[in-house]
Antibody
Framework: EVQLVESGGGLVQPGRSLRLSCAAS????????MHWVRQAPGKGLEWVSG????????GYADSVKGRFTISRDNAKNSLYLQMNSLRAEDMALYYC??????????????WGQGTLVTVSS | AIQLTQSPSSLSASVGDRVTITCRAS??????LAWYQQKPGKAPKLLIY???SLESGVPSRFSGSGSGTDFTLTISSLQPEDFATYYC?????????FGQGTRLEIK
């Protein structure tokens, strides 16, 4: 059974940093691209970032480019999102999602339950 | 970035109804479109990919069609568990985007 478990969310002040983690199990992690997708309270889905199976190709939404960094550790079956210079508009539930392909530009067939990031002073 | 516009934004329907949701892309995306279902407090679930391919385990009452800029998700006979919010997603460009969502409510 595929499982994606996010962690690392919490309350953070504007301008500070936070690192999210996603622990994956139930599939061959290094065969697939992975993503972060977020959802602000009561709002729709927004893709944040994707990373290919070998970290060779990475993409970011314009809204986070230059502030967020995605990475993965295939030996640990883990995905990460380093979030710097956080803003109020970054407040959301952050989902980890598995891509159906090795490259990050496809669709998300499994999702975690999300970790909540609250940005407030 | 390619923009996706869903219509309607909300919809009321009854069990047994046939329902169609539309997703229009701001430029042609071939068949690079997926549909997701999200219920309150839950993660999204993949329904359709490549515009018309049914994800494994998804009931056959769900179907997708379209290519280029205009796409539809059809539910042939609404079931009580289908009341949810539906999102389209494009993966044609190297910046993935979602539609704003369509909330399907019980009439």
């Amino acid at each position: 059974e595929v499982q994606l478990v996010e962690s690392g969310g919490g309350l953070v002040q504007p301008g500070r940093s936070l690192r999210l983690s996603c622990a994956a199990s139930g599939f061959t992690f290094d065969d697939y691209a992975m993503h972060w997708v977020r959802q602000a309270p009561g709002k729709g889905l927004e893709w944040v970032s994707g990373i290919s199976w070998n970290s060779g190709s990475i993409g970011y939404a314009d809204s986070v480019k230059g502030r967020f960094t995605i990475s993965r550790d295939n030996a640990k079956n883990s995905l990460y999102l380093q979030m710097n210079s956080l803003r109020a508009e970054d407040m959301a539930l952050y989902y980890c999602a598995k891509d159906m392909s090795p490259n990050w530009n496809y669709v998300f067939d499994y999702w975690g339950q999300g970790t909540l990031v609250t940005v407030s002073s | 970035a390619i923009q996706l516009t869903q219509s309607p934004s909300s919809l009321s329907a009854s069990v047994g109804d046939r329902v169609t949701i539309t997703c229009r892309a701001s430029q042609g995306i071939s068949s690079a479109l997926a549909w997701y279902q999200q219920k309150p407090g839950k993660a999204p679930k993949l329904l359709i990919y490549d515009a018309s391919s049914l994800e494994s385990g998804v009931p056959s009452r769900f179907s997708g069609s379209g290519s280029g800029t205009d796409f539809t998700l059809t539910i042939s006979s609404l079931q009580p568990e289908d009341f949810a919010t539906y999102y389209c997603q494009q993966f044609n460009s190297y910046s993935i985007t979602f539609g704003q969502g369509t909330r399907l409510e019980i009439k």
